[in-house]
């Protein structure tokens, strides 16, 4: 693999400028080039033993305008197909590369969380929601289309599921429940505050909590029971989000199968579908 200095090239160049901890994460930023684009600006900063404002302060020294670009600056260090998969769409891109770029990102976004997620405490996680009385299902934007859809899935096994993705609502809910509710917070970041206050509050009245991000330690791992990790690098563009979900919707499914095995009394789907049928029928005929 061809090395083309690039991110780190900016590193050095400015090293004579850079302040004592500057200095020390850009010393830890050459020894973990590798590493850099799969990690958040959580972990980068605690790996090198600074402040986020650090990491954010240095990329802008460096000409990015966030981390974030930087990342992709490291990823330009390398030529072949790992550079093709994190680089973003670019408005050159033809079509055929612009479609071939969701479609593996999402194949190796798939790929990735499936190899780091822990089987274990998926079943023991699983085996929890089935003798629940309520679970809730929180989530802001792209992440509350999940969590409805979520809930959606989880109402079929005769549970109680809920959604909640208005701030006021998720507040309001997360002082509602307790020891025999289950909360779960999607966020890819894993730094919506809203999403973490309300796991923050429902685990104060002793409901069990369940973190879906892409950052292992992200705030909303902190105060979660079970955190699921989903793997995708951050591009320019929302790419990642967007592959993201495909892999939030990939675990909250295989949950969902795991709890329709253990659950002893499901709904009769059957009838529950004859009666959908004969309501549609009747709407229609009115």
């Not at 599921?161 to 020891?179: G, H, K, N, P």
């Not at 709904?267 to 229609?284: A, E, F, H, S």
Request: with cysteine; net charge positive; charged share 25%.
């Amino acid at each position: 693999m061809k090395i083309i200095d690039y991110g780190l090239e900016k590193i050095q160049s400015s090293m004579p400028y850079l302040s004592e901890s500057e200095k020390r994460l850009a010393q830890y930023l050459s020894v973990a080039e590798k590493k850099v684009p799969f990690l958040s600006i959580y972990e980068v900063a605690k790996n090198a033993g600074v402040s986020t404002a650090t990491v954010s302060r240095l990329a802008r020294k460096i000409g990015y305008k966030n981390f974030s670009e930087m990342k992709i600056g490291f990823v330009r260090n390398f030529e072949g197909p790992l550079h093709e998969m994190f680089v973003a769409i670019n408005p050159d891109d033809t079509d055929e590369e612009i479609v071939s770029k969701v479609f593996h990102g999402n194949i190796k976004s798939l790929k990735d969380t499936y190899n780091i997620t822990d089987i274990e405490k998926l079943r023991r996680f699983a085996r929890i929601i089935t003798s629940a009385k309520r679970v809730l299902f929180v989530g802001i934007g792209g992440s509350g289309n999940v969590a409805r859809d979520a809930a959606l899935r989880f109402t079929h096994l005769n549970l109680q599921a809920e959604a909640y993705t208005d701030y006021y609502q998720i507040l309001i809910q997360s002082f509602r429940v307790d020891s025999n509710t289950v909360v779960i917070g999607i966020s890819h970041s894993g730094s919506s505050s809203i999403t973490v206050e309300s796991l923050k509050l429902a685990k104060a009245k002793n409901a069990i909590t369940c973190g879906i991000s892409n950052y292992k330690n992200c705030p909303l791992s902190k105060v979660s029971d079970f955190f699921f990790i989903t793997s995708f690098p951050e591009t320019g563009v929302k790419v990642a989000a967007l592959s993201s979900r495909i892999a939030q919707l990939c675990l909250i499914d295989a949950t969902y199968l795991l709890v329709a095995r253990y659950k002893k009394k499901l709904w009769d789907i059957n009838k529950l579908n004859d009666l959908t049928n004969r309501l549609l029928r009747c709407k229609n005929e009115g």
